[in-house]
Each structure stands twice: as structure tokens, then as C-alpha cells.
């Protein structure tokens, strides 16, 4: 149950029905649990800080706000392929999270969805995943870290790096790929499988 000083700071009266006082509870804790995501924990604060001078270390540019402090955001351009790198503590876990700076259309999904099947199939890490919603292409790898003393800079190093190098062997297929761009026998063959799904 809340205390008066808690009921004033979500602007609730004192005089309150029981049902209201069960809404004025649930959105406390709501509030409570929404602000807690973005609050770094000790281990989580130490965690941030060995990341970053791992990057430092291997002289790679970041950028990091305090109002997201949970997130550490990198931007690559090799071999003339652009892409971003953000690192996300969340739920004791390191997640590497890969997005590729373009678009899948959506009459290019069914094409898409069939080269990140093959590719993620027997794969440890490295998947591929596809927001259904704005079309982004992400590539994602996570492992536990809630001990700061478990850190290790090397494994980090290869974790982070294991992103890149498939996505830099697969980004003209998936920069094709998203607009539609295949040969013209695999296309109608898209197409018949399309269809058949369409009709499911």
C-alpha cells in the first residue's frame, strides 16, 4: 500500500473509494517499475564502465547518454557498408544488437524471411530477426553478465565482433534482398510460395 507522500507525488486525494485506491496502487507500481529500468544498479554501473574502456581500448568511437543509461550506441563503417552497434544491459544480460541502415519493403518480406530461415538455421549466435513493423533488419546476440567480476575483456571482444564479420559477408544480399532484388527463377519461384501462404 502506498503512504501519503507517495499518494500526493501521483497526484491522488486522500479520499478515495477502494476501487480507485486499487488504479492509484497499480499505477504506482507501474511508475516505480518503469523508473527502476532506466536506474543502473552497482554491478550494473560497473559492468558500463569496464564495457567502455574495452572499447576505448580498441579505439572505437561511442556514444552514451545519461538519460539512457543502460545503452551504449556505435556506428561502423567498414568497407564502405554502414552500420550500428548498440550494446544493452538488460535483465543481467549483455545484448549486442546490429542494425543495418536500411528498410525491408514489405513486398520483399516473404524473399527475406526465406534467406534468415537458412541463415539462422544451426547457428549459436549471429541471428538475423526482422521487425515486422517499420521493415529493420537487426542482427542480435546476448549472453548473462550479472557479476562484474566475470567480465572478461576478451570474450566481450569476440562476442561484440561476432556480429560484425557476418554482417559485413551478408550485407549486399540483405541490402538486395530488401528491395526485392533476386534473380528472375528464384523470384517466380517467391512469388508461388507467396501466393500459396497468402492462401493458408
Excluded at 532506466?38 to 559492468?47: D, F, G, P, T, V
Excluded at 549486399?172 to 523470384?187: D, F, I, T
Aim: glycine share 4%; hydrophobic share 40%.
Amino acid at each position: 500500500m502506498l503512504n501519503e507522500e507517495e499518494l500526493e507525488v501521483f497526484g491522488m486525494c486522500e479520499n478515495v473509494d477502494h476501487e480507485e485506491m486499487k488504479i492509484c496502487n497499480m499505477k504506482a507500481e507501474i511508475e516505480k517499475r518503469l523508473k527502476s529500468l532506466n536506474e543502473l544498479s552497482a554491478e550494473e554501473k560497473m559492468i558500463l564502465e569496464k564495457i567502455q574502456k574495452t572499447l576505448e581500448k580498441h579505439d572505437c568511437k561511442y556514444s552514451y547518454n545519461e538519460d539512457t543509461p543502460k545503452y551504449i550506441g556505435l556506428e561502423f563503417n567498414m568497407e564502405n557498408k554502414p552500420f550500428k552497434i548498440h550494446i544493452i544491459l538488460q535483465n543481467e544480460k549483455v545484448i549486442f544488437r546490429l542494425s543495418f541502415p536500411f528498410r525491408v519493403q514489405t513486398n520483399a518480406y516473404p524473399l527475406m524471411c526465406m534467406f534468415m530461415a537458412e541463415f539462422n538455421e544451426n547457428k549459436a549466435f549471429s541471428l538475423l530477426n526482422l521487425d515486422p513493423k517499420d521493415g529493420e533488419v537487426t542482427m542480435e546476440y546476448s549472453y548473462i553478465l550479472e557479476n562484474p567480476e566475470q567480465f572478461d575483456e576478451k570474450h566481450f571482444w569476440v562476442y561484440m565482433t561476432s556480429l560484425i564479420y557476418p554482417a559485413l559477408e551478408n550485407y549486399a544480399k540483405v541490402a538486395h534482398l530488401s528491395v526485392g532484388m533476386v534473380g528472375r527463377e528464384k523470384k517466380i519461384f517467391i512469388g508461388s510460395f507467396w501466393k500459396w501462404l497468402l492462401k493458408q
